[in-house]
């Protein structure tokens, strides 16, 4: 795509992300505006020409997420009328990635429904960031690069953690994840095994490996009502834990998470950019944010320019 002129644009969901992509890629942010008539739908107007450009559209489907993902279609449509010959979706944060599957009668795959709706809007590419499941690459008939922030938050355990340490998965579905890190790590890992009697709430029931004098780091995807990652930290603290640490891509901190954190036994919890934090999560001191985009930078790069995005997770 050389022989394309780059221009990237962001909708309202996550600016300050966009500007940070913009000034590591030394490239102007594409203007538009995007408001609303006096019924509340959306009024897009890209404001320059993209006439056979290779464009980038962030835009992370957080809360509000149906208002986001609204722009994010309306946004992708504009540009494909306004005759841009690649639109690439950059979606930091995959909203309704959680409902990857049937997990009981009538009900939805809307990680796949938000997929399709996505490629009708006439989106050519998709760039995301830890996706709640591999599978929902292949909701996308078109390309799909899956970035992982384990780079960044790997540089912040090597800068800011002991060697005295293990990673700990949340639950079974996070273990893959939790063995990336401890190879890289040379660390050991663990595992809670616990149920969830409906969504949102988990009970922890055992804790699989050995913490007893150990720092613990936890590794998630994302946290939101943090429900899951307290229970976990106080299970792990019961099992003789030192001192707990979570990392996590995407802070969803939704309802009571920010002070369920706070009242926990977790020292610090690190997330990344993905999403703004609330004004209540970026005041407690026990969070702190690393940000992903010199990786989303350095992708948009690649894929601009045809280079391979897998090599930097090598």
């Not at 999560?281 to 990786?295: G, T």
Request: include cysteine; hydrophobic fraction near 45%.
């Amino acid at each position: 795509m050389v022989g394309n002129v780059l221009k990237i644009f962001c909708g309202n969901s996550n600016v300050r992300l966009a500007q940070e992509v913009v000034r590591k890629l030394d490239v102007p942010l594409g203007r538009a505006s995007v408001g609303r008539f006096s019924d509340g739908e959306l009024n897009v107007t890209i404001g320059e020409n993209v006439r056979a450009a290779d464009v980038f559209l962030i835009q992370s489907t957080s809360a509000p997420a149906n208002e986001h993902i609204m722009e994010l279609l309306v946004m992708i449509d504009a540009l494909r009328r306004a005759s841009a010959e690649h639109v690439t979706a950059v979606i930091p944060y995959y909203g309704y990635g959680r409902q990857d599957r049937k997990v009981a009668p009538r009900t939805p795959i809307s990680a796949k429904l938000i997929a399709d709706l996505i490629d009708v809007a006439g989106a050519t590419r998709v760039l995301s960031l830890d996706m709640h499941a591999g599978q929902i690459q292949g909701f996308f008939n078109v390309p799909v690069d899956h970035l992982f922030a384990t780079p960044v938050l790997l540089e912040h355990i090597r800068e800011h953690r002991g060697s005295n340490m293990v990673l700990v998965s949340p639950d079974a579905g996070g273990v893959d994840r939790a063995r990336a890190f401890g190879k890289r790590l040379n660390a050991n890992i663990g595992m809670i095994d616990k149920r969830r009697p409906r969504a949102n709430e988990a009970r922890v029931m055992q804790v699989v490996g050995d913490v007893d004098g150990m720092d613990v780091i936890i590794i998630d995807d994302m946290i939101d009502t943090a429900g899951t990652l307290v229970a976990s930290a106080e299970a792990i603290k019961a099992r003789g834990a030192k001192k707990i640490f979570a990392y996590a891509t995407h802070p969803v901190f939704s309802g009571p998470a920010v002070q369920r954190i706070l009242d926990s036994p977790i020292e610090q919890v690190i997330v990344t950019d993905t999403i703004p934090l609330t004004e209540e999560a970026a005041a407690c001191p026990k969070i702190e944010v690393v940000s992903v985009a010199p990786l989303i930078a350095e992708a948009i790069r690649r894929i601009h320019y045809g280079d391979s995005v897998s090599s930097l997770f090598v």
